[in-house]
T-cell receptor
Framework: DAGVIQSPRHEVTEMGQEVTLRCKPISGHNSLFWYRQTMMRGLELLIYFNNNVPIDDSGMPEDRFSAKMPNASFSTLKIQPSEPRDSAVYFC???????????FGSGTRLTVV | KQEVTQIPAALSVPEGENLVLNCSFTDSAIYNLQWFRQDPGKGLTSLLLIQSSQREQTSGRLNASLDKSSGRSTLYIAASQPGDSATYLCAVIGGNTPLVFGKGTRLSVIA
């Protein structure tokens, strides 16, 4: 298995632009998670899905953030409009339904200038 | 709300030393605890997963223990090597709460 695949690896964008991050979970994993990592706050959960259904989005910082999971093999995290304070590394992770361990992607390093 | 604390925040040791990294969590009603390693600029690599019914797990030179009642876990690294230098993250899953992370311990092993 190729693991959790995220794209792009790096994204540099100007303030106000729309940013879309993509994630392909491990086949057969029923849960998908989006985390954000910053130096100040560490790893924070943004949103997670079970069987493609959003369960908890209380970690999404603002309405500028949205996430979708149209099918079991694909999810997106969108920021519109982006701001410099959104600069961080965004990780996607997946796990089997029984939560026997999470597997993380390599992350997307987002820089908003 | 579950909170995970890792002590120390940073640690520097000479090569060959045995060392212990500490993790504590506030809510003992957890399903499992997972230790990760993160190299600079990289993603998270799972090292060990301890289910709530277990007390420890071992992989090579790594041994992780779990004491649910006291809300503590330790990661023991034997005979440390420069290649062990990384940030080590502890995370717990409990109830309806997905993985909650500590801020990590940044380990430097000096040759």
């Amino acid at each position: 298995d190729a693991g959790v695949i995220q794209s792009p690896r790096h994204e540099v964008t100007e303030m106000g632009q729309e940013v879309t991050l993509r994630c392909k979970p491990i086949s057969g994993h029923n849960s998908l998670f989006w985390y954000r990592q910053t130096m100040m706050r560490g790893l924070e959960l943004l949103i997670y899905f079970n069987n493609n259904v959003p369960i908890d989005d209380s970690g999404m910082p603002e309405d500028r953030f949205s996430a979708k999971m149209p099918n079991a093999s694909f999810s997106t995290l969108k920021i519109q409009p982006s701001e410099p304070r959104d600069s961080a590394v965004y990780f996607c992770a997946s796990s089997p339904q029984d939560s026997l361990g999470y597997t993380f992607g390599s992350g997307t390093r987002l820089t908003v200038v | 709300k579950q909170e995970v604390t890792q002590i120390p925040a940073a640690l520097s040791v000479p090569e060959g030393e045995n060392l212990v990294l500490n993790c504590s969590f506030t809510d003992s009603a957890i399903y499992n605890l997972q230790w990760f390693r993160q190299d600079p600029g990289k993603g998270l690599t799972s090292l060990l997963l301890i289910q709530s019914s277990q007390r420890e797990q071992t992989s090579g030179r790594l041994n992780a223990s779990l004491d649910k009642s006291s809300g503590r876990s330790t990661l023991y690294i034997a005979a440390s090597q420069p290649g062990d230098s990384a940030t080590y993250l502890c995370a717990v899953i409990g109830g309806n709460t997905p993985l909650v992370f500590g801020k990590g311990t940044r380990l430097s092993v000096i040759a």
